[in-house]
């Protein structure tokens, strides 16, 4: 069936250092895509979204890259730090889903001092 | 703003025993989702209200989950009775209309003992 899924489960990085977190969706019929974080005993905080009609869209130390021809999303986080540790989650809906947003697996992040 | 609040928090229940969980959404957001959350996975979504109207119930387990959203704003799940391997998160979320962001609440960690 179809699913979005990540690469990497687990991410280590240095502070200070830029994060890439990737995302890899199926379902070629999806135009909207969300990055959540997941801080434990928290539910997904919204991070950044970006609409099939776009490539890229940028946010405060935080860019989404969409590349519709091989069916790939990205997290890009500048100058990562502790407070950034969490679980990174992908999600992209279709217009003929309505709002059902389909999760991938997640990617733990995990920023050093 | 107040975001989308749920209660409990956390809950604890021997199998076969009812259990209940409640959101209060954004005010202002017509739709309304609960989704399942298990341990190191996305969730997955249960339930979509539109206002009072269940739009897509397709992945709620009717035989012993129930749902509703009787004024079109706070929504109860419920549970009878509960088995082992319901436990999990329940989160609740909220959106302006469907293909829109949705925002998350703490969710509620259940857990049948």
């Known amino acids: 069936g179809e699913s979005v899924g990540l690469h990497l489960p687990t991410l280590s990085v240095q502070e200070g250092d830029n994060s890439i977190i990737n995302c890899a969706y199926s379902n070629s019929a999806s135009d909207y895509f969300i990055w959540y974080k997941q801080e434990s005993g928290k539910g997904p905080q919204f991070i950044i979204d970006i609409r099939s009609n776009m490539d890229k869209r940028q946010g405060q130390r935080v860019t989404v890259l969409l590349n519709k021809t091989v069916k790939h999303l990205s997290l890009q986080i500048a100058a990562t730090q502790p407070g950034d540790s969490a679980v990174y989650f992908c999600?992209?809906?279709?217009?003929?889903?309505?709002?059902?947003?389909?999760f991938g697996q997640g990617t733990e992040l995990s920023v050093k001092p | 703003e107040a975001g989308v609040v749920q209660s409990p928090r956390y809950k604890i229940i021997e199998k076969k025993q009812p259990v209940a969980f409640w959101c209060n959404p954004i005010?202002?957001?017509?739709?309304l989702y609960w989704y399942l959350q298990n341990l190191g996975q996305g969730p997955e979504l249960l339930i979509r209200y539109e206002n009072e109207e269940a739009v897509d119930d397709s992945q709620l387990p009717k035989d012993r989950f129930s749902a509703e959203r009787l004024k079109g704003v706070d929504s109860t799940l419920k549970i009878q009775p509960a088995e082992l391997g319901d436990s999990a998160v329940y989160l609740c979320a909220s959106s302006l209309g469907d293909q829109e962001t949705q925002y998350f609440g703490p969710g509620t960690r259940l857990l049948v003992l």
């Open positions: 999600a992209e809906n279709a217009r003929n889903q309505g709002g059902k947003l389909i």
């Open positions: 005010s202002g957001h017509n739709t």
